[in-house]
Protein backbone atom coordinates (compact mmCIF):
# COMPACT_ATOMS: atom_id res chain seq x y z
CA UNK A 1 0.00 0.00 0.00
CA UNK A 2 1.33 3.29 -0.90
CA UNK A 3 2.00 5.50 2.43
CA UNK A 4 2.72 8.54 0.92
CA UNK A 5 -0.82 11.26 -0.27
CA UNK A 6 -0.19 13.99 -3.08
CA UNK A 7 -0.03 17.98 -2.48
CA UNK A 8 -0.05 19.79 -5.98
CA UNK A 9 2.77 22.05 -6.81
CA UNK A 10 2.80 25.57 -8.76
CA UNK A 11 4.49 24.20 -11.12
CA UNK A 12 2.32 21.17 -11.35
CA UNK A 13 4.77 18.75 -10.32
CA UNK A 14 3.27 16.61 -7.21
CA UNK A 15 4.51 16.40 -4.00
CA UNK A 16 4.28 13.06 -2.37
CA UNK A 17 4.01 13.56 1.79
CA UNK A 18 4.06 10.30 3.07
CA UNK A 19 0.69 9.61 5.31
CA UNK A 20 1.99 9.39 8.85
CA UNK A 21 3.89 12.90 8.68
CA UNK A 22 0.68 14.59 7.22
CA UNK A 23 -1.69 13.07 9.89
CA UNK A 24 0.97 14.28 12.42
CA UNK A 25 0.93 17.72 11.18
CA UNK A 26 -2.71 18.53 10.55
CA UNK A 27 -3.03 17.42 13.94
CA UNK A 28 -2.07 21.02 14.59
CA UNK A 29 -4.61 22.17 13.54
CA UNK A 30 -4.59 25.82 11.09
CA UNK A 31 -1.05 25.70 11.02
CA UNK A 32 -0.47 22.32 10.01
CA UNK A 33 -2.74 22.78 7.38
CA UNK A 34 -0.88 25.96 6.26
CA UNK A 35 2.68 24.34 6.48
CA UNK A 36 1.66 21.73 3.88
CA UNK A 37 -0.15 23.65 1.69
CA UNK A 38 3.22 25.63 1.45
CA UNK A 39 5.20 22.83 1.32
CA UNK A 40 5.53 23.08 -3.05
CA UNK A 41 6.45 26.59 -2.43
CA UNK A 42 8.84 26.02 -0.32
CA UNK A 43 10.72 23.25 -1.61
CA UNK A 44 10.68 25.32 -4.77
CA UNK A 45 12.45 28.32 -3.02
CA UNK A 46 14.80 25.80 -1.73
CA UNK A 47 15.64 24.47 -5.15
CA UNK A 48 16.59 27.74 -6.42
CA UNK A 49 18.66 28.96 -2.93
CA UNK A 50 20.60 25.75 -2.86
CA UNK A 51 20.40 25.04 -6.54
CA UNK A 52 18.81 21.85 -6.49
CA UNK A 53 16.13 19.35 -7.75
CA UNK A 54 14.21 17.46 -5.03
CA UNK A 55 12.75 14.37 -5.73
CA UNK A 56 9.50 15.55 -4.92
CA UNK A 57 7.71 12.26 -5.84
CA UNK A 58 9.19 9.78 -3.57
CA UNK A 59 9.95 11.07 -0.11
CA UNK A 60 11.47 8.94 2.07
CA UNK A 61 9.56 7.47 4.76
CA UNK A 62 10.03 6.23 8.69
CA UNK A 63 9.77 9.52 10.54
CA UNK A 64 6.82 11.37 11.00
CA UNK A 65 8.36 14.91 12.27
CA UNK A 66 9.47 15.73 8.49
CA UNK A 67 9.28 15.91 4.57
CA UNK A 68 12.64 14.40 4.05
CA UNK A 69 13.22 13.55 -0.31
CA UNK A 70 16.08 13.16 -1.89
CA UNK A 71 18.12 15.62 -3.94
CA UNK A 72 20.51 16.49 -6.72
CA UNK A 73 23.01 19.62 -6.39
CA UNK A 74 23.41 21.20 -9.69
CA UNK A 75 26.76 20.01 -9.95
CA UNK A 76 25.69 16.49 -9.27
CA UNK A 77 26.03 15.48 -5.84
CA UNK A 78 23.68 13.91 -3.97
CA UNK A 79 21.93 15.27 -0.89
CA UNK A 80 18.94 14.98 1.61
CA UNK A 81 16.40 17.82 1.98
CA UNK A 82 14.52 18.04 5.30
CA UNK A 83 12.23 20.35 5.64
CA UNK A 84 10.64 20.36 9.30
CA UNK A 85 6.74 20.12 10.63
CA UNK A 86 6.24 23.23 13.13
CA UNK A 87 6.80 22.19 16.92
CA UNK A 88 9.37 19.70 16.65
CA UNK A 89 12.76 21.10 17.95
CA UNK A 90 14.15 22.19 14.62
CA UNK A 91 16.15 24.88 16.45
CA UNK A 92 17.82 22.10 18.84
CA UNK A 93 18.46 19.83 16.30
CA UNK A 94 20.04 22.16 14.25
CA UNK A 95 22.07 23.23 16.48
CA UNK A 96 23.43 20.06 17.65
CA UNK A 97 23.81 18.95 13.85
CA UNK A 98 26.27 22.05 13.47
CA UNK A 99 28.06 22.00 16.49
CA UNK A 100 28.56 18.27 15.17
CA UNK A 101 30.69 18.95 12.83
CA UNK A 102 29.68 15.84 11.20
CA UNK A 103 31.31 13.78 14.17
CA UNK A 104 29.21 11.11 15.08
CA UNK A 105 26.29 12.58 13.51
CA UNK A 106 25.04 13.57 9.59
CA UNK A 107 26.98 15.96 8.05
CA UNK A 108 25.05 19.71 7.53
CA UNK A 109 25.45 21.39 4.35
CA UNK A 110 23.33 24.01 4.61
CA UNK A 111 20.16 25.12 6.54
CA UNK A 112 17.45 27.57 6.43
CA UNK A 113 15.68 28.99 9.01
CA UNK A 114 13.21 30.81 7.93
CA UNK A 115 11.93 27.44 6.39
CA UNK A 116 12.79 25.11 8.92
CA UNK A 117 14.55 23.12 6.46
CA UNK A 118 18.34 21.53 6.32
CA UNK A 119 20.30 20.04 3.68
CA UNK A 120 22.33 17.08 4.51
CA UNK A 121 24.70 14.34 3.25
CA UNK A 122 23.45 11.67 1.60
CA UNK A 123 23.25 8.55 3.64
CA UNK A 124 22.27 4.35 3.07
CA UNK A 125 19.93 2.47 4.58
CA UNK A 126 19.41 2.78 8.59
CA UNK A 127 21.04 0.12 10.54
CA UNK A 128 17.97 -1.74 12.23
CA UNK A 129 17.31 -2.73 8.36
CA UNK A 130 20.29 -4.15 8.01
CA UNK A 131 19.83 -7.51 10.24
CA UNK A 132 23.13 -7.32 12.19
CA UNK A 133 23.36 -9.45 15.68
CA UNK A 134 22.19 -7.03 18.65
CA UNK A 135 25.54 -7.56 20.04
CA UNK A 136 27.19 -5.40 16.96
CA UNK A 137 24.40 -2.92 16.79
CA UNK A 138 24.89 -2.36 20.44
CA UNK A 139 29.12 -1.94 19.73
CA UNK A 140 28.54 0.22 17.07
CA UNK A 141 26.07 2.66 18.29
CA UNK A 142 28.40 2.98 21.94
CA UNK A 143 31.21 3.67 19.35
CA UNK A 144 28.51 6.59 17.70
CA UNK A 145 27.84 7.55 20.92
CA UNK A 146 31.32 8.23 22.22
CA UNK A 147 32.23 11.19 19.13
CA UNK A 148 28.09 12.29 19.53
CA UNK A 149 29.00 13.11 23.17
CA UNK A 150 32.16 15.13 21.94
CA UNK A 151 29.81 17.85 20.54
CA UNK A 152 30.58 21.12 22.78
CA UNK A 153 27.81 22.57 25.33
CA UNK A 154 26.05 25.49 23.76
CA UNK A 155 26.70 28.69 26.04
CA UNK A 156 23.61 28.89 27.73
CA UNK A 157 21.44 26.00 27.85
CA UNK A 158 20.97 24.73 31.27
CA UNK A 159 18.94 22.47 32.41
CA UNK A 160 16.10 22.95 35.04
CA UNK A 161 14.07 21.78 37.48
CA UNK A 162 11.05 21.00 34.73
CA UNK A 163 13.66 20.08 32.14
CA UNK A 164 15.52 17.11 33.87
CA UNK A 165 14.86 14.23 32.30
CA UNK A 166 14.54 12.05 34.80
CA UNK A 167 11.42 13.83 37.01
CA UNK A 168 9.80 14.37 32.82
CA UNK A 169 9.66 10.82 32.42
CA UNK A 170 8.02 10.55 35.80
CA UNK A 171 5.65 12.73 35.47
CA UNK A 172 4.55 11.32 32.09
CA UNK A 173 4.32 7.75 33.14
CA UNK A 174 2.12 8.41 36.59
CA UNK A 175 -0.02 10.27 34.19
CA UNK A 176 -0.40 8.10 31.18
CA UNK A 177 -0.43 5.14 33.30
CA UNK A 178 -4.01 6.87 35.20
CA UNK A 179 -5.64 8.10 32.15
CA UNK A 180 -5.45 5.06 30.49
CA UNK A 181 -6.44 2.81 33.31
CA UNK A 182 -3.69 0.96 34.54
CA UNK A 183 -2.68 -0.65 31.14
CA UNK A 184 0.66 -2.56 33.30
CA UNK A 185 1.01 -3.77 36.68
CA UNK A 186 1.73 -1.24 39.62
CA UNK A 187 4.86 -2.93 40.65
CA UNK A 188 6.13 -1.54 36.95
CA UNK A 189 5.15 1.54 37.40
CA UNK A 190 6.36 1.57 40.95
CA UNK A 191 10.03 0.28 39.72
CA UNK A 192 10.13 3.12 37.18
CA UNK A 193 9.12 5.63 39.65
CA UNK A 194 11.95 4.66 42.41
CA UNK A 195 14.50 4.48 39.25
CA UNK A 196 13.37 7.95 38.13
CA UNK A 197 13.83 9.23 41.52
CA UNK A 198 17.34 7.83 41.81
CA UNK A 199 18.45 9.38 38.57
CA UNK A 200 17.01 12.41 39.67
CA UNK A 201 19.20 12.50 42.42
CA UNK A 202 22.00 11.29 40.70
CA UNK A 203 22.23 14.65 38.38
CA UNK A 204 25.03 15.73 38.40
CA UNK A 205 25.55 19.13 35.78
CA UNK A 206 29.10 18.97 35.21
CA UNK A 207 29.07 14.98 33.95
CA UNK A 208 25.94 15.76 31.40
CA UNK A 209 26.79 16.10 28.10
CA UNK A 210 25.00 16.76 24.83
CA UNK A 211 22.77 13.39 24.72
CA UNK A 212 21.50 12.32 21.02
CA UNK A 213 18.50 11.79 23.22
CA UNK A 214 16.47 8.90 21.13
CA UNK A 215 19.90 6.70 19.64
CA UNK A 216 18.19 3.55 18.53
CA UNK A 217 19.26 1.54 15.42
CA UNK A 218 16.47 3.65 13.04
CA UNK A 219 18.24 6.70 13.88
CA UNK A 220 21.62 5.19 12.66
CA UNK A 221 21.40 5.06 8.92
CA UNK A 222 24.89 3.79 7.07
CA UNK A 223 27.42 6.07 5.63
CA UNK A 224 27.76 6.10 1.77
CA UNK A 225 31.48 6.60 1.90
CA UNK A 226 34.08 6.55 4.59
CA UNK A 227 34.80 9.45 5.92
CA UNK A 228 36.59 10.94 9.31
CA UNK A 229 34.22 11.52 12.13
CA UNK A 230 31.82 8.53 11.09
CA UNK A 231 34.74 5.84 11.53
CA UNK A 232 31.59 3.64 12.81
CA UNK A 233 30.43 3.43 9.02
CA UNK A 234 27.05 5.16 10.52
CA UNK A 235 25.48 8.38 11.89
CA UNK A 236 23.46 9.73 13.74
CA UNK A 237 20.08 11.23 12.31
CA UNK A 238 17.34 13.37 14.60
CA UNK A 239 18.85 14.15 17.77
CA UNK A 240 16.61 16.07 20.12
CA UNK A 241 20.02 17.58 21.79
CA UNK A 242 19.30 18.16 25.61
CA UNK A 243 21.70 18.32 28.63
CA UNK A 244 21.71 14.78 30.57
CA UNK A 245 24.02 12.08 31.85
CA UNK A 246 25.22 9.95 28.89
CA UNK A 247 24.01 7.21 30.58
CA UNK A 248 20.88 7.84 29.62
CA UNK A 249 21.48 7.64 25.92
CA UNK A 250 23.05 4.20 27.10
CA UNK A 251 19.40 3.60 28.68
CA UNK A 252 17.47 4.39 24.86
CA UNK A 253 19.70 1.77 23.73
CA UNK A 254 18.80 -0.96 26.37
CA UNK A 255 15.18 0.23 26.12
CA UNK A 256 14.63 -1.45 22.68
CA UNK A 257 15.09 -5.29 21.14
CA UNK A 258 11.81 -6.07 22.49
CA UNK A 259 11.71 -9.00 20.34
CA UNK A 260 14.91 -11.22 21.23
CA UNK A 261 13.72 -10.16 24.94
CA UNK A 262 10.06 -11.50 24.45
CA UNK A 263 12.09 -14.81 22.36
CA UNK A 264 13.71 -16.16 25.23
CA UNK A 265 11.03 -17.80 26.95
CA UNK A 266 11.09 -17.14 30.66
CA UNK A 267 11.38 -13.98 32.77
CA UNK A 268 14.90 -15.02 34.08
CA UNK A 269 16.38 -16.04 30.65
CA UNK A 270 15.18 -12.43 29.69
CA UNK A 271 16.61 -10.43 32.72
CA UNK A 272 20.13 -12.20 31.88
CA UNK A 273 19.68 -11.60 28.38
CA UNK A 274 19.06 -7.76 29.13
CA UNK A 275 21.70 -7.40 31.99
CA UNK A 276 24.05 -8.82 29.18
CA UNK A 277 23.15 -5.88 26.93
CA UNK A 278 23.20 -3.57 29.83
CA UNK A 279 27.20 -5.26 30.71
CA UNK A 280 27.66 -4.26 26.76
CA UNK A 281 26.66 -0.95 26.88
CA UNK A 282 29.19 -0.68 29.66
CA UNK A 283 32.14 -2.45 28.64
CA UNK A 284 32.19 -0.37 25.66
CA UNK A 285 31.60 3.32 27.35
CA UNK A 286 32.84 3.37 30.77
CA UNK A 287 29.80 4.38 32.57
CA UNK A 288 28.31 2.23 35.66
CA UNK A 289 25.82 -0.44 34.57
CA UNK A 290 23.38 0.60 37.29
CA UNK A 291 22.88 3.76 36.06
CA UNK A 292 22.12 2.43 32.14
CA UNK A 293 20.38 -0.33 33.63
CA UNK A 294 17.61 1.73 35.82
CA UNK A 295 17.01 4.36 32.56
CA UNK A 296 16.92 1.91 30.71
CA UNK A 297 13.77 0.33 32.43
CA UNK A 298 12.49 3.40 32.77
CA UNK A 299 12.46 4.23 29.04
CA UNK A 300 11.32 1.38 28.40
CA UNK A 301 7.68 1.85 30.79
CA UNK A 302 8.10 5.26 29.49
CA UNK A 303 7.97 4.64 25.82
CA UNK A 304 5.67 1.74 25.83
CA UNK A 305 2.88 4.13 27.81
CA UNK A 306 3.64 6.44 25.74
CA UNK A 307 3.01 4.54 22.42
CA UNK A 308 -0.06 3.37 23.31
CA UNK A 309 -1.50 6.81 24.60
CA UNK A 310 -0.74 7.82 21.12
CA UNK A 311 -2.82 4.60 19.71
CA UNK A 312 0.37 2.90 18.34
CA UNK A 313 -0.97 -0.33 20.47
CA UNK A 314 1.10 -2.83 18.58
CA UNK A 315 4.26 -0.70 18.87
CA UNK A 316 3.53 -0.20 22.64
CA UNK A 317 2.75 -3.59 23.91
CA UNK A 318 5.79 -5.40 23.81
CA UNK A 319 7.53 -2.71 25.72
CA UNK A 320 5.35 -3.22 28.99
CA UNK A 321 5.29 -6.70 28.44
CA UNK A 322 9.45 -7.09 28.63
CA UNK A 323 8.97 -4.59 31.70
CA UNK A 324 6.58 -6.81 33.48
CA UNK A 325 9.37 -9.77 32.96
CA UNK A 326 12.06 -7.20 34.34
CA UNK A 327 10.41 -5.57 37.33
Not at 126 to 139: F, G, N, V
Not at 273 to 302: D, H, K, N
Amino acid sequence: MDDTDDVDDADERLVRVPRLVQQRVLHLGQRGERWLAELPEVIAHLEHTWSLTVDVGQALTGGTGSYVARARAAEGGEAILKIAIPEVGFADELRVLASAQGHGYVRLLADDRACEAMLLEALGPPMASLALPPERQIALLCQMLRQAWQAPRPAGLVVTPDDEKAGQLARMVSRVWEDLGHPCSERVVRKALRYAERRAAAFDLKRCVVVHGDPHPWNALRMLAPRVGAEAGFVFVDPVGFLADPAYDLGVVLRDWCEQLLATGSTGAAAALARRYCALLSAQTGIEETAIWEWGFLERVSTGLYALECGAVEAGRPFLAVAERLA
